[in-house]
T-cell receptor, first 118, second 114 residues
Framework: GAVVSQHPSWVICKSGTSVKIECRSL??????MFWYRQFPKQSLMLMAT?????????EQGVEKDKFLINHASLTLSTLTVTSAHPEDSSFYIC??????????????FGPGTRLTVL | SQKIEQNSEALNIQEGKTATLTCNYT??????LQWYRQDPGRGPVFLLL?????KEKRKERLKVTFDTTLKQSLFHITASQPADSATYLC?????????????FGAGTQVVVTP
């Protein structure tokens, strides 16, 4: 149980295009999903917190108009990188907190999406 | 400034020995500290959580200690196996007004040789 999937697992796009990444909780409902970004040899950096049915809250320094987050259902959150540039190339990872979490800080991570912008 | 520091150098260890990793933090007051395993090109996998009022936690061959005075956590892998080779991340929780917003260290790579 407690499986989180991401699609696609990797994507290559041209500079200036938009890319959508999906994060799904497969066997549980998630009231909250988190989006992280990880550059090589660096730590995961939290980008935003997504609550079902409400607007995402973004961490300081993360452009909300560039990284659009939609959490339309209890099992799906999407991250759209708009007008992608090479510096957006990174590993994007989501995590999901179960609606019926045993502890408030329980969350499960997806496998990540490797984005390469040419 | 706030920092979470893990040894950036890879830890090379012989099979059967105990691997000990450190996580030091400054200017944080986490209520929880978590350890994750991350394999190349994969998302983190949760291993252990320890609360600020707990000194030690164990799970099978893993042991975590948490010293809030020293602002340090130690992570031990006993009887290490080649399958334990991965990067291990520490993450602080409860540091802001919203639970679950984890602050991660950069991780320490562990290489277990037969």
């Amino acid at each position: 149980g407690a499986v989180v999937s991401q699609h696609p697992s990797w994507v290559i796009c041209k500079s200036g295009t938009s890319v959508k990444i999906e994060c799904r909780s497969l066997d549980f409902q998630a009231t909250t999903m988190f989006w992280y970004r990880q550059f090589p040899k660096q730590s995961l950096m939290l980008m935003a917190t997504s609550n079902e049915g409400s607007k995402a809250t973004y961490e300081q320094g993360v452009e909300k108009d560039k990284f659009l987050i939609n959490h339309a259902s209890l099992t799906l959150s999407t991250l759209t990188v708009t007008s992608a540039h090479p510096e957006d190339s990174s590993f994007y990872i989501c995590s999901a907190r179960p609606r019926l979490a045993q502890t408030y800080n329980e969350q499960f991570f997806g496998p990540g999406t490797r984005l390469t912008v040419l | 400034s706030q920092k979470i520091e893990q040894n950036s150098e890879a830890l090379n260890i012989q099979e059967g020995k105990t691997a000990t990793l450190t996580c030091n933090y400054t200017n944080y007051s986490p209520a929880y500290l978590q350890w994750y395993r991350q394999d190349p090109g994969r998302g983190p996998v949760f291993l252990l959580l320890i609360r600020e009022n707990e000194k030690e936690k164990r799970k099978e061959r893993l042991k975590v200690t948490f010293d809030t005075t020293l602002k340090q956590s130690l992570f031990h892998i006993t009887a290490s196996q080649p399958a334990d080779s991965a990067t291990y991340l520490c993450a602080l929780d409860g540091t802001t007004d919203s639970w679950g917003k984890l602050q991660f260290g950069a991780g320490t790579q562990v290489v277990v040789t037969p």
